[in-house]
């Protein structure tokens, strides 16, 4: 009677392991927990001590979990039969079994075939834990938009996984895209000021269909970069779309010079990305412009506002005062703001006494493109023959005088070529 005893309080303390498999046979429910939740009887099942720890799951641990309405065996279905468990080399059940988009979005993404072959890329347990599934508007959850930065960075800035993956050259942008997303506007909105609606990681990469820029279906492929950003710049987004470099995206249209219509990622690199009120961007927004459009590239330059941007100030106008950042249409199009009759509202922007006589200023005029600027050829070619033909004739008037300074030297003679005029001395 005295041992019976001492069994059950063993039992009821957590001493003894679980029923044997054909007691809980005879009940019809496995109780997983009467092992699992036990530390003591866990010691040495699995081959490290990691692996024990792996095998210990508390109530705690799964009472909040997305998945606490299911039962132990719905992912571990081998394992039904209770302790010892036979053996299988099937652990659990695919995710996909129940998540099945998701399943096929991931097994088609980049790193699927990296995790097959025993890679180091993620797997559903990896960002989603493996008991304790959150919901990714958890704040405790691995997916929560202020961890996903963190949690991509645990493979994206592992010095070992960088070099095993991202050594080529052209990878520049991928072995330090973590760090440098903490330091752009989207990065310090979401670390510095808590915003959860920033753009993280799979707002722009996606969540589990993951793709390289090249793939059509890729969110960062050139065609879909504006949808893929205009998912949170909607407003911006409607405007790009209606604007020459939308339209010229849509159709394929290309620039004088080759160049394909620039999508936002262009103007505003995505790893790099800074506020448009940053001085440093804003002023160097000009040679994003001019990467493009060479020859309005050139001859800004050659205009006073881009002899002072040049300088380093940012206070005179850049391309987007005059076209608009999002907005630009070509000057024949009446909504454009370098159409004719909407200059004057331009310019006076910046200028506030702007009238029809102001607006008749040649922002890119080239003066040596007759056909298009006659007025600003001949005037330029007449300015250009007049400092030629007076640098000329002075420099050659400088020269003969020279030459005359330099013979009268050699021959003793006075250095203005006349005699010296005799004194009153010697007149008298």
Request: aromatic share 8%.
């Amino acid at each position: 009677m005295g041992a019976l005893v001492a069994l059950l309080g063993a039992a009821i303390l957590g001493l003894v392991p679980a029923a044997p498999a054909s007691a809980q046979r005879a009940t019809g429910v496995v109780e997983c927990r009467n092992c699992h939740a036990n530390r003591d009887f866990l010691v040495g099942k699995a081959a490290t001590l990691k692996g024990d720890s792996a095998l210990y799951i508390t109530d705690s641990l799964l009472h909040d979990s997305k998945h606490a309405t299911l039962s132990c065996t719905s992912c571990h279905p081998a394992f039904a039969g209770g302790y010892p468990h036979r053996d299988t080399s099937v652990v659990a059940v695919p995710c996909q079994s129940c998540h099945e988009k998701e399943g096929a979005d991931y097994a088609r993404s980049v790193h699927a075939p990296d995790a097959a072959t025993g890679g180091s890329a993620p797997s559903c347990v990896t960002c989603h834990g493996a008991h304790h599934v959150l919901a990714a508007a958890d704040p405790r959850s691995p997916t929560y938009p202020l961890n996903v930065a963190g949690l991509c960075g645990g493979c994206h800035a592992n010095a070992k996984i960088i070099g095993t993956y991202f050594g080529a050259p052209d990878q520049a942008q991928a072995r330090n895209a973590v760090p440098q997303y903490y330091k752009t506007v989207h990065g310090i909105a979401m670390t510095k000021a808590g915003l959860v609606v920033s753009a993280t990681c799979n707002d722009c990469h996606g969540s589990h269909l993951i793709l390289l820029p090249d793939s059509a279906q890729s969110t960062i492929n050139r065609v879909n970069i504006a949808r893929t950003c205009g998912r949170c710049h909607a407003g911006v987004l409607a405007t790009f779309d209606s604007s020459s470099h939308g339209q010229a995206l849509r159709s394929g249209a290309r620039t004088p010079t080759g160049h394909s219509a620039p999508v936002c990622i262009d103007c505003h690199p995505a790893h790099q990305l800074v506020s448009a009120s940053d001085p440093v961007w804003f002023r160097g927004v000009v040679k994003e412009c001019g990467a493009c459009h060479e020859e309005e590239y050139g001859t800004y330059f050659e205009t006073y506002h881009g002899q002072v941007t040049e300088l380093g100030f940012g206070i005179t106008a850049k391309c987007s005062d005059c076209h608009t950042a999002h907005a630009m249409l070509p000057a024949t199009d009446p909504k454009s703001s370098v159409y004719p009759t909407n200059l004057v509202a331009t310019c006076a922007q910046c200028h506030p006494q702007a009238n029809a006589n102001f607006v008749k200023y040649q922002p890119h005029g080239d003066p040596r493109n007759r056909a298009r600027y006659p007025l600003l050829f001949w005037t330029w070619l007449f300015m250009t023959t007049l400092l030629v033909s007076v640098f000329a004739f002075f420099g050659v008037h400088t020269l003969l005088w020279l030459g005359r300074l330099t013979l009268n030297r050699l021959h003793g003679r006075p250095l203005n070529g006349h005699p010296e005029r005799p004194g009153k001395e010697g007149q008298s």
